[in-house]
């Protein structure tokens, strides 16, 4: 039997100690596997992401990556595991070169595998034009994917990405999700966040749902559809009766 990659154990916390945000959360995600976490505005996935990277302290429970804790050991913790945030965060007066090889440096990439990946990633996302381009001068959708393109040259074991698409032109989206059916085929774990559930549908092997803080339900498509006496419909249509159930 396989270790989970990630492991969010009774987690509790938030942005406040009186008011809570999560509550006692629980997720696992194994290696190869790809997990989207759903749930509508203000249910908790940017927060249970922050938790996970270790950008807020639990209030109670556990996280565990790589089967470490931060505590118990930060470099592994961190090692394992990169982060595609919902907006764009980039250096104005970097290039998209020197993002990607800044990064490389920061997770020990060989400079030979580097090389491999930059190319493989510039040509995938469209972006061979523009590799020394301050990222200043980038469009929004091209900023999004200098931040794909950053996690993906790294190839740590568990991508954390938080709503990816968004900005993405179609080709963009086609793209990112051929790339990450590939790392996952590689063995690589993906906890996803996404709104647009008919396309996450297809490619999420499980979905854990958000909502209030909690996780209402998890399972892969058949299972959740079961459990709400939904059998055969599609994502949306069950998330929508679930949360519209006042489940909370
Ligand atoms: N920096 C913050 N300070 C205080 N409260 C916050 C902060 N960020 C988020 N919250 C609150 O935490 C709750 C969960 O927000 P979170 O950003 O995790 O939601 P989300 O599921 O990611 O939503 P969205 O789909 O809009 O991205 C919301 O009630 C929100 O108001």
Redesign the pocket.
Same mark, same amino acid.
């Given at each position: 039997m396989q270790n989970p990659v990630l492991e969010i154990e009774a987690l509790s916390g938030?942005?406040?100690l009186k008011r809570p945000?999560l509550h006692d959360v629980g997720i696992k995600v194994m290696p190869g596997e790809m997990v989207g976490l759903i /749930?509508?505005?203000?249910? /908790?996935?940017?927060?249970?992401m922050k938790h996970i990277l270790g950008l807020m302290n639990p209030e109670k429970g556990e996280i565990r990556v790589d089967g470490t804790t931060r505590a118990r050991d930060l470099e592994q913790y961190q090692g394992a595991l990169a982060f595609v945030p919902?907006s764009p965060l980039l250096y104005e007066e970097m290039t998209v070169r020197e993002h990607l090889e800044f990064t490389a440096r920061a997770y020990g990439v060989e400079r030979s595998d580097y090389e491999v990946r930059a190319a493989e990633l510039s040509a995938l996302f469209r972006m061979e034009d523009k590799m020394d381009s301050l990222s200043i001068h980038l469009s929004k959708g091209m900023k999004q994917k200098v931040m794909i393109m950053c996690a993906f040259v790294a190839r740590p074991k568990l991508y954390i990405i938080d709503?990816p698409f968004l900005g993405l032109d179609p080709l963009g989206i086609r793209s990112l999700l051929d790339f990450m059916m590939k790392l996952r085929s590689e063995g690589a774990s993906i906890l996803l966040?996404s709104?647009i559930l008919s396309t996450i549908e297809h490619y999420c092997d499980r979905f854990v749902i958000?909502h209030h803080?909690r996780v209402i339900t998890q399972g892969t498509l058949k299972e959740i559809a079961m459990a709400a006496g939904m059998q055969g419909q599609p994502l949306e249509q069950i998330f929508y009766s679930l949360v519209q159930d006042g489940r909370s």
């Open positions: 938030g942005y406040n945000v /749930g509508l505005n203000g249910a /908790g996935k940017s927060t249970t919902e709503e966040s709104h958000l803080g």
